[in-house]
């Protein structure tokens, strides 16, 4: 059964109060022709329209009365409102149900796996299970959302023409599922137009998910999380996520030793749950190293919901960052920085 619920708005908007805030609650917005919105950019973004929702009532009335004014006095039959809207709310429960199922499949085979491989490295493996657990996302968003975009990192990609794109991580951290050493997560984002408007981690050893909406906060087994807060840098514990090549593993040692006399402690889990662990307060800060998009697509956009701030100097993000809190994040770009 299909689910996309999606739908279009040219030249007026819904004049049920009530309906606007179910589209506006759960969709991207853009302005064509010409006008910008009220942030003074091209396009309105979830979370502005959730806060925007929350501060002026249940109505919306003065957002939608400004659009009306755009559409239909500033630029009479040329300026348009397009609102493609998606219930973000129905699509977590299908990625978390997928996430689940996958989850369960991971359990029941682990320790039935024949069909070990190496990818980039030697410590970059990859199984059936891995290719078996992508292909059970692949399909089912395939069918739910026949338009969309999906970003595997088994190689499951598939080019949509609607905007919207799934990032997968069937089985993130193979090394640990594969030899007990550690924990595993299933990761699942939607992204709208290059923005990451969902995102799922499930981790199947000890049942816990991690997810968030864009606007919306973070929840673990859906109770809202936050990072932690009134932390010293001699205080807290530090995540390490990152792809465990020679090159990365040189790179790292200078961090490492402008971080660890001046931190608590470290913990090295895979990026999903290092990011999620942030999000949900069990670490304080966390260092991301050399990843790929679909290693934090997910736990990133969680971390972020849950309050935590970021500092990338690289260009891209996968390349290397550190997420905090607020108050402990400047604390740990000088650190990194000596």
């Known amino acids: 059964m299909r689910q996309t619920g999606e739908q279009e708005y040219h030249s007026s908007l819904p004049s049920n109060n009530n309906l606007l805030v179910s589209i506006t609650r759960r969709c991207r917005v853009k302005l064509v022709g010409g006008h910008k919105g009220p942030d003074g950019r091209d396009g309105v973004g979830t979370t502005e329209l959730v806060s925007r929702a929350r501060s002026t009532g249940p109505t919306l009335l003065g957002w939608r009365e400004w659009v009306l004014d755009v559409m239909e006095r500033k630029n009479p039959g040329k300026a348009r409102c397009v609102v493609v809207a998606r219930d973000l709310s129905a699509v977590q429960s299908l990625a978390v149900s997928l996430a689940t199922r996958v989850g369960r499949l991971q359990l029941d085979q682990r320790h039935q796996v024949t069909e070990i491989q190496t990818k980039a490295h030697a410590n970059d493996l990859v199984s059936q299970v891995d290719f078996a657990s992508e292909k059970l996302i692949v399909d089912a968003v395939i069918d739910a959302f026949p338009g969309d975009s999906i970003l595997g990192e088994e190689g499951s990609d598939v080019t949509g023409h609607n905007g919207w794109q799934w990032v997968v991580d069937p089985l993130d951290g193979t090394l640990n599922y594969l030899t007990g ?32 909406i864009a606007g919306e906060g973070a929840t673990l ?58 999000a949900a307060g069990r670490f304080d800060g966390s260092l991301i190293l050399n990843t790929k998009p679909w290693d934090i697509a997910a736990s990133e956009m969680i971390a972020r ?10 260009a891209a993000i996968t390349e290397m960052a550190i997420f905090a809190g607020p108050g402990l ?9 000596r």
């Not at 994040?329 to 920085?337: C, E, F, K, N």
């Open 181 to 212: 050493a550690g924990p595993w997560s299933v990761s699942i984002a939607l992204q709208h137009q290059q923005e990451t408007v969902l995102g799922v981690v499930h981790d199947p050893a000890i049942g816990e998910t991690f997810t968030a």
């Open 221 to 278: 087994n859906d109770r809202p999380i936050r990072v932690s807060a009134a932390v010293t840098l001699a205080e807290s514990i530090i995540g390490f996520s990152y792809n465990p090549s020679l090159p990365t593993k040189r790179r790292l040692g200078p961090l490492l030793a402008g971080l660890l006399p001046v931190i608590g402690d470290i913990r090295r889990v895979p990026a999903a749950l290092g990011l999620s662990y942030l």
């Open 305 to 314: 919901e849950a309050g935590a701030k970021v500092s990338s100097p690289s």
């Open 329 to 337: 994040l400047d604390d740990m770009v000088t650190a990194v920085s």
